[in-house]
């Protein structure tokens, strides 16, 4: 159980295009998503936390405008990175939870999608 | 904020061999849970573990909340155990992830 799906897993594009990522709970109702980006080496950056049917919370230094997030039903959430340039590529990571204040319940992580912008 | 301290960075051991790495954090949290991210980035959980022991065929975690700090055991290592292990905490609404520990096991 607890399966999370995240499509596509690569995308290489042109800079200037607008790539977007999708993450779905399978098994279970996603109240709450969570998008990171992780740069090789390195550890997981919390980006942003969606609950479904309300706007998305960014951490600091993440841009709203840059990467959009909606969360319109409990099974699914999408990222969209807007005029992808080369410094955007990273690997994107999604997860979900049940629980609808963060910390009640475990998360659980899709695959990870690696972006790269030429 | 939280600060959350994987240690050891990096570790090499031969197959078979048993190891423990740790989880230090700086404050009280409300859970704490231990992965696994593969050679292609798969993230798997291993535990979700606020307090407590629990074991999971060759991995087992203690979490001693009062103390800040977690364990996580692996017995008798397998070359699939290759990776990089995480603890992520979470305070307050605020999710932090230690650095990790790379493992390599050796055939």
């Known amino acids: 159980g607890a399966v999370v799906s995240q499509h596509p897993s690569r995308v290489i594009c042109k800079s200037g295009t607008s790539v977007k990522i999708e993450c779905r709970s399978l098994d279970f109702q996603a109240t709450t998503m969570f998008w990171y980006r992780q740069f090789p080496k390195q550890s997981l950056m919390l980006m942003a936390t969606?609950?479904?049917?309300?706007?998305?919370?960014?951490e600091q230094g993440v841009e709203k405008d840059k990467f959009l997030i909606n969360h319109a039903s409990l099974t699914l959430s999408t990222l969209t990175v807007t005029s992808a340039h080369p410094e955007d590529s990273s690997f994107y990571i999604c997860?979900?939870?049940?629980?609808?204040?963060?910390?009640?319940?475990?998360?659980?992580f899709g695959d990870g999608t690696r972006l790269s912008i030429l | 904020g939280i600060q959350v301290e994987q240690s050891p960075p990096d570790l090499i051991l031969q197959e078979g061999a048993n190891s423990t790495l740790r989880c230090n954090f700086s404050?009280?949290?409300?859970?704490l849970q231990w992965f696994h991210q593969n050679p292609w980035g798969q993230l798997i959980n291993l535990f979700y573990?606020?307090?407590g022991t629990k074991q999971n065929g060759r991995l087992s975690a203690t979490t001693v909340a009062t103390e800040r700090y977690s364990l996580l055991y692996i017995s008798s290592s397998q070359t699939t155990d290759s990776g990089v292990y995480f603890c992520a905490v979470n305070r307050d609404d605020k999710i932090i992830f230690g650095k990790g520990t790379r493992l390599h096991i050796l055939p």
């Open positions: 404050d009280s949290v409300n859970n």
């Open positions: 969606s609950n479904e049917g309300s706007k998305a919370t960014y």
């Open positions: 573990i606020p307090s």
């Open positions: 997860s979900a939870s049940a629980a609808r204040v963060r910390g009640n319940q475990p998360q659980h």
